[in-house]
Nanobody
Framework: QVQLVESGGGLVQPGGSLRLSCAAS????????MAWYHQPPGKQRELVAT???????NYADSVKGRFTISRDNAKNTVYLQMNSLKPEDTAVYYC????????????????WGQGTQVTVSS
């Protein structure tokens, strides 16, 4: 069974930085695109950034120039470096990955992490 485990959330002041990590664990799987979503209080879950196995990235307009997504394919891990944080970045952040397992080779399904709270407040 494949699991995504996140870490790195917390409370930070406006203008500060945080780094989120998400590692896929288990056996017999291949990870394709990885992504971060966030869900602000009272709002729907939104895409923040994506990264392909080759390193191609895309970002939501609201985080361009402030957030950086990266990955370590050998560790099946994705990171989100968040700089110049704003109160409106406050949300639960979720890791997402499209994963193929030996149970269904070639078929990629979405997996989600448990979520980690990021609070930006003075």
């Amino acid at each position: 069974q494949v699991q995504l485990v996140e870490s790195g959330g917390g409370l930070v002041q406006p203008g500060g930085s945080l780094r989120l990590s998400c590692a896929a664990s288990g056996s017999g799987f291949i990870v394709y695109t990885m992504a971060w979503y966030h869900q602000p209080p009272g709002k729907q879950r939104e895409l923040v950034a994506t990264i392909t196995p080759g390193g191609t990235t895309n970002y939501a307009d609201s985080v361009k120039g402030r957030f950086t997504i990266s990955r370590d394919n050998a560790k099946n891990t994705v990171y989100l470096q968040m700089n110049s944080l704003k109160p409106e970045d406050t949300a639960v952040y979720y890791c997402n990955a499209r994963i193929s397992t030996t149970l269904a080779p070639g078929a990629y399904y979405p997996y989600w992490g448990q979520g980690t709270q990021v609070t930006v407040s003075s």
